[in-house]
Structures are given as C-alpha cells and as structure tokens.
C-alpha cells in the first residue's frame, strides 16, 4: 500500500467519510469554519478550528498537534493498550502503528476519533534475510500481520473452506461477528468494525479491485463480492492455512437433545 486511509466514523447527525492520501499528500482536521476550511471537519466545541494535519509518507504517516492547549492520542487497536501522546505544537510526530485511532480530548461523554490506516508494512521474506544488499532482497507479495484483528477477520472468513474442503458460502459480516465474539480481543468488536476490516484487506492489503456500486442493492453486491475475492486470494495464495484456524476461539458446540 502507497499512502493512507483516514476514516471518521458516521457521528453528530454527519455521514461516515473516508479519504485516501497519497505519499506527500496533507489532511487538515478541525471544527473549520468559513475562514479556516478543513477536510476532516469535527463536530465537537473543544476541537479548534484547526486542530490538527496528518501527512503521508511513503512508509508511515506524522501527525502535527496545532492545538496550544490540548495533546492527541494515537492508540494502537492492535496493541495491550499501546499509545503515543502528540504534545501540543509537536509538527510531524511519526506514527508506526498500521492501525491507529488518533482521540482527541471532549467536554462530552465520549472523546472524539477517527482512524488512520498506514501505508503497507513491508516484511522480507524470512529465507532471504541476511543474504545480499537491501536492494536484491525479496519482500513478500502480501504483507499480513497475523497478530492483528483484521487477520482473525480473514481467518473466520476462511474457516468454512479449510474445514469442509468444498465449495460453501462465505460468512456474512454479523456471522463473523458472532464467530469471533469468544476472542478476548473482539469482544467489542461490531458488524461496521468487521466491514471496515474487510474493506482493508480488500483495498489495501491484497489490492482487490471491486468497482463501485451507485445503490443499495449493488452496495450488497459489492460488499459480498469484497468478501469472496478475500477468501479466494488467501486461499489460493496459502496466506490463511489450517493452522491458522487455532487463533480462532473454540467453536461453540452444538446443544444435545434430551432423549
């Protein structure tokens, strides 16, 4: 992946927006106003007019606190409570997370957020470590992290497959919902985190191209076209294998019948 993801969630009466940042690209985020115009505008009266700038890299993204008073939080979802605090005035901090959620400070009941997904991080492949210059080194084709949550998401996505070895349908979001809700990582975890995840692995992680769809029922269409081409690139490309199903919680079984 070239660039990064910045996603606010749908909040405030306001729609859900998501904007795309190639390498040497800037996002400003505020309230904005007439004279201060932002592209990621937040609704909160403790947020400043200009609040913040996100800027892409070509392997990361910085993050510059223009608040005088307030410092930022950038939470690693991935991590046991990891997290950076952007001081105010800090221009450029780097980020190293491949999933943020940058939280600002509120006089309301819950903070404001949005997420920032990191351009791509690269592995080597593991039998060309210490063989040659940086330059004739082979890097894998599909980086995934398999500790992150969007990788259960894939796992629980393949499940069906790796255990039946047959054709079958792929689970819908809400069932992977409910077959990750025993993980001490994804009890939180909601059908729009599942989306969002798969919209990831789709657009950036495996470079899926899924056109857009102009209604409803094309959406639907889109979506589970999304989740098959997932399935059929991690298991064609042995990214996801049947060793992978023992990071997926212990399948409920099923209630036996009173004779």
């Not at 927006?17 to 996002?27: D, M």
């Not at 800027?55 to 690693?76: G, I, M, P």
Request: proline share 8%; with cysteine; charged share 25%.
């Amino acid at each position: 992946m070239s660039g990064i993801v910045v996603h606010l969630p749908k909040g405030d009466g306001g729609d859900a927006v998501t904007l795309r940042l190639g390498p040497g690209e800037r996002v400003r985020f505020g309230r904005g106003s007439a004279r201060t115009p932002v592209e990621l505008r937040l609704s909160d009266e403790a947020v400043s007019r200009l609040a913040g700038e996100i800027r892409a890299t070509e392997d990361h993204w910085q993050l510059s606190n223009l608040s005088t008073t307030h410092s930022y939080l950038v939470e690693n979802p991935e991590g046991a409570g990891e997290y950076l605090r952007v001081p105010p005035r800090r221009l450029g901090a780097p980020i190293p997370f491949e999933l943020s959620r940058v939280v600002l400070p509120s006089r309301r009941d819950t903070p404001v957020l949005f997420q920032v997904f990191a351009p791509d991080h690269v592995y080597l492949d593991p039998q060309t470590i210490g063989d040659g210059s940086w330059e004739s080194r082979t890097v894998t084709a599909y980086s995934l992290d398999e500790t992150a949550t969007y990788f259960l998401v894939l796992v629980a996505l393949c499940e069906p497959w790796l255990r039946d070895r047959s054709p079958v349908a792929v689970p819908t979001t809400p069932e992977v919902v409910e077959r990750l809700r025993g993980h001490a990582g994804c009890a939180r975890l909601t059908a729009r985190a599942v989306s969002a995840h798969i919209d990831y692995l789709a657009d950036e992680k495996l470079r899926i191209g899924v056109p857009a769809a102009p209604d409803g029922a094309a959406r639907a269409d889109r979506r589970n076209g999304k989740r098959e081409a997932v399935v059929g690139i991690a298991l064609k490309f042995g990214l996801v294998r049947e060793e992978h199903l023992a990071l997926l919680p212990p399948r409920a079984e099923p209630a036996k019948r009173d004779r």
